[in-house]
Nanobody, 120 residues
């Protein structure tokens, strides 16, 4: 059974940094795209970044967040710098999209998420 487990969330002051990790088990996930999404309170899921043959970022995080992968360890990471209060959300990773890489519902698997809270 495929599982994605996120970690690394927490409380940080504005301007600070966090590194999120996502561990995949039960599948190879060697070449399938893997991405990060987030959901702020009262809002829909929002695309953050995806890594496949190409890498994409939401405009709101471009230049501040960096996605990376370790295919041997089946891990995907999200380095988040210069955090802002508006980055506060539950962040979850997702894998193996069948359609749009920027729509969570097109992904076959996603995790439970990890809370990121940025204080002003």
């Amino acid at each position: 059974q495929v599982q994605l487990v996120e970690s690394g969330g927490g409380l940080v002051q504005a301007g600070g940094s966090l590194r999120l990790s996502c561990a995949a088990s039960g599948s190879t996930f060697s070449n399938e795209p893997m991405g990060w999404f987030r959901q702020a309170p009262g809002k829909d899921y929002e695309f953050v970044s995806v890594s496949g043959d190409s890498t994409f970022y939401a405009d709101s995080v471009k230049g501040r967040f960096t996605i990376s992968r370790d295919k041997d360890k089946k891990m995907v990471y999200l380095q988040m710098n210069s955090l802002k209060p508006e980055d506060t959300a539950v962040y979850l990773c997702a894998a193996d999209p069948s359609g749009s890489w920027m729509r969570l519902s097109d992904y076959a698997y996603w995790g439970q998420g990890t809370q990121v809270t940025v204080s002003s």
